[in-house]
């Protein structure tokens, strides 16, 4: 790898850190990063200067300005899918009373890159916080289980213990048992928790299909006290296959 690449892949490494802290201070920058602090520091500072992070000098704590948006709205605006999308999600999200999303696995974390949720006097419950962007663990999301299921290499990776987290007291979290459960989802064609990402909520997904080299799964998610993993196969599996049939 060249200087100028490795120049680039540490300032990436130091913004990504973000995802796991809000709010890092040198010493998470420069472990996470895998770089000296002074070197870590140069980074920062060239970052500052380019407007996309911010240092508060009483905490000591860096932080992403607003133009990194730009960076993210530029990212979504080249896949495409999602604004092909958006009239089917905000569909399934009406239909459904529960809301719809579009997700692409990065990793072993699932990025929401597409969403809709149902209007107040049709929504059956009040909705995750979840936006545009937001990344949830792969082996306790319908949509993660559902790219896991036609991705073995990062399969592979997200069922490492060190990469399981417990979100809930039902989060499955034995490696043996989220390995079944994507074999299964794979054979199914579907994939569905129930109250592992967040308790109320369950959620079913389906594949959507590989566009441009990017794999893109679509969900549902429910209320878990008027929905069960049967209840979303028997009544919400036919509304995301009627999407894909429209896209045929």
């Known amino acids: 790898m060249s200087d100028a690449n490795k120049s680039l892949s540490r300032g990436l490494r130091i913004l990504r850190t973000f995802n796991q802290h809000s709010r890092p201070s040198l010493a998470q920058l420069s ?8 070197t870590a520091l140069r980074y920062l500072q060239t970052l ?40 089917e999600i905000e569909r399934l999200a009406v239909v459904s009373g529960g809301s719809a999303h579009l997700g692409v696995l990065d990793g072993t974390d699932v990025i929401i890159v597409a969403r809709n949720v149902a209007p107040a006097e049709r929504r059956r419950f009040v909705t995750m916080q979840l936006y545009v962007g937001s990344r949830l663990p792969a082996h306790c999301s319908a949509l993660g289980r559902i790219l896991l299921a036609n991705a073995p290499e990062a399969a592979a990776e997200a069922i490492k213990p060190e990469n399981i987290v417990r979100l809930t007291p039902l989060t499955e ?21 129930e109250e592992e990402l967040a308790l109320g909520y369950c959620a079913i997904a ?43």
Do not use: C, W
């Open 31 to 38: 472990a996470a990063a895998d770089i000296p602090k002074p």
């Open 48 to 87: 500052i200067d380019e407007g996309y992070v911010a240092l508060d000098t009483a905490t000591k704590r860096y932080s992403l300005r607003p133009r990194v948006v730009d960076l993210g709205m530029a990212a979504l605006g080249s896949l495409g899918v999602p604004r092909q999308m958006e009239s």
């Open 173 to 193: 979290t034995d490696p043996a048992r989220i390995a079944n459960i994507v074999t299964q989802a794979r054979s199914d064609g579907y994939a569905t928790i």
């Open 206 to 248: 389906i594949r959507l299909g590989t566009f441009d080299k990017i794999d893109y799964a679509l969900s549902i998610s429910m209320p878990s006290n008027e929905f069960n993993k049967h209840d979303l196969v028997e009544r919400m599996l036919p509304l995301l296959l009627e999407t894909t049939k429209h896209r045929n």
